[in-house]
């Protein structure tokens, strides 16, 4: 059937300019270009579904002509008819995941994202941190990466490739290792003086 849409991923890239617009301009900040940055996401979006439909709609009709040469009266060879039977599952089956994946109604976009003050570095450094230390667990690490690339983003970056985040997570430099040392022995005087 083609490559698979990532609508969810377009959805993400929505809700993401979604929460921006109410965190940063929903008050009397917000400019015209905000309005018709978020107008022309959703339009892209719908015109994106409806290509999809009509495209979907031509391989069903297709499909029905491609069923119809089917002759139940002709003596086909047993692997031939396993193997019409196969490449209608398979079409059948992606069509049924392609649509599950655009139905499917996922939690609001302003309640899943947030956007954090530091490096995607040096958020990925402390967070393998925690893990070390068995403050965050997780039977694999590509959890972290896939939680990370769908619901955080950085000042510098709204998007954190999850490609990008799984190479990284080894990779620190001594410069991030300081600053984040740094931002932990300021957390901990801020407990010292505010909280005890």
């Known amino acids: 059937m083609g490559e698979k ?3 969810s991923a377009v959805l993400q890239r ?14 009397t900040d917000w400019e015209k ?3 018709l940055e978020l107008q022309y996401a959703f ?5 994106e579904i409806v290509q999809y439909v009509e495209e ?11 069923i119809d040469l089917w002759k139940e009266d002709k003596p086909y060879l047993p692997l031939t008819k396993e193997l019409f039977a196969q490449d209608h599952y398979r079409f059948y089956k992606q069509l049924w995941e392609e649509l599950h994946d655009l139905l499917t109604v996922r939690q609001h976009a302003d309640d899943l994202y947030f956007r954090v003050s530091i490096t995607a570095m040096q958020l990925l450094f402390l967070i393998h941190v925690m893990h070390e ?6 039977p694999k690490k590509g959890n972290l990466f ?3 690339s769908r619901h955080i983003g950085t000042l510098q970056q709204e998007e954190l490739s999850y490609e990008s985040l799984r190479k ?5 430099d001594r410069n991030t290792i300081l600053k984040v040392r740094r931002l932990l022995m300021d957390l901990v005087n801020l407990i010292n003086n505010r909280h005890l």
């Open 43 to 47: 339009a892209s979006l719908v015109s």
């Open 5 to 7: 849409k990532d609508w």
């Open 168 to 172: 990284k997570f080894h990779a620190t």
């Open 133 to 138: 230390a068995n403050i965050i667990e997780t």
């Open 56 to 66: 979907t709609e031509r391989k069903l009709v297709s499909r029905v002509e491609l």
């Open 33 to 35: 270009k905000d309005l």
């Open 14 to 27: 929505i809700g993401r300019l979604l929460a921006r617009f109410k965190e940063e301009k929903l008050t």
């Open 146 to 148: 896939r939680f990370i």
